[in-house]
């Protein structure tokens, strides 16, 4: 296993295990209720999420401490303010949660193998992916 140092175009320096070789490893782990690392690039910066495999959660690995704006802003996604013309068009409803309930902006991200995922950006450089804001949504709601 390979680890180097990248300099993010996020403003912070973060350690990224290059691990093409081990994710059937983690695949099988994450059976049994394990979270694990996935690397996404932004532009030629690699950047470093935590799959929760209980919760479905995808988000980046500086929310460790779970006091990130992404975690927080994640267990009050909504839909209450989204109206059905907000989704008109065929937008991603997470991106649309990302934008319109928070100072957040939406970037997209490739994994290792060119596939693209939107993320919501928060201003203390955490994210979550939009189809985590857009799931944890619809079960915010049903509690309410």
């Given at each position: ?50 799959k ?81 804001l ?11």
């Open positions: 296993m390979k680890t180097r140092t990248f300099k993010s175009g996020l403003g912070f320096s973060e350690e990224v295990t290059m691990k093409r070789s081990f994710y059937f490893i983690l695949t099988v782990l994450s059976l049994s209720g394990f979270a694990i690392e996935e690397v996404w690039k932004l532009g030629d910066n690699f950047l470093s999420f935590e929760d495999t209980e919760k479905n959660w995808l988000y980046s690995r500086n929310c460790q401490n779970q006091n990130c704006e992404a975690l927080i802003f994640l267990k009050k996604a909504s839909f209450k303010n989204i109206s059905a013309e907000d989704l008109n068009g065929g937008k991603n409803p997470g991106a649309v949660i990302c934008h319109k309930n928070s100072k957040a902006k939406v970037v997209i991200l490739k994994d290792l193998d060119g596939n693209e995922n939107s993320f919501c950006l928060f201003s203390d450089k955490s994210m979550v992916s939009n189809s985590t857009y799931k944890e949504a619809k079960v915010n709601d049903e509690k309410k």
